[in-house]
């Protein structure tokens, strides 16, 4: 079992930054990747990004390539969202979520967090 908790939404103007995280209990935490999705109002929930179990792979939706960085610290159990460059249209609920496998989708996510709001005005 992986309970993930995220934290670090919040609102920020078109161009500033925002660094999400994600605490993870549970002993077995270091065995997952770890992913970033998020969904906006009406629409699906969608891959960002993630992170293998050691730190050494990342990959990123091409939407915020170049932009967002993801980590990893498997000593505190938590991963991080770093972004910058923010657009308005990167406003949603961002969830992190747990895959031993390392997929894009969401559906084979073992387990989420709550997810955390992020709004970019412009």
């Not at 995280?21 to 999705?37: E, K, V």
């Amino acid at each position: 079992q992986v309970q993930l908790v995220e934290s670090g939404g919040g609102l920020v103007q078109a161009g500033g930054s925002l660094r999400l995280s994600c605490a993870a209990s549970g002993r077995t935490f270091s065995r997952y990747f770890m992913g970033w999705f998020r969904q906006a109002p009406g629409k699906e929930r969608r891959f960002v990004g993630h992170i293998s179990w050691s730190g050494g792979v990342t990959y990123y939706a091409d939407s915020v390539k170049g932009r967002f960085t993801i980590s990893r610290d498997n000593a505190k159990n938590t991963v991080y969202l770093q972004m910058n460059n923010l657009k308005p249209e990167d406003t949603a609920v961002y969830y992190c979520g747990a895959d031993l496998a390392g997929s894009y989708s969401s559906y084979d996510y073992d387990y989420w967090g709550q997810g955390t709001q992020v709004t970019v005005s412009s």
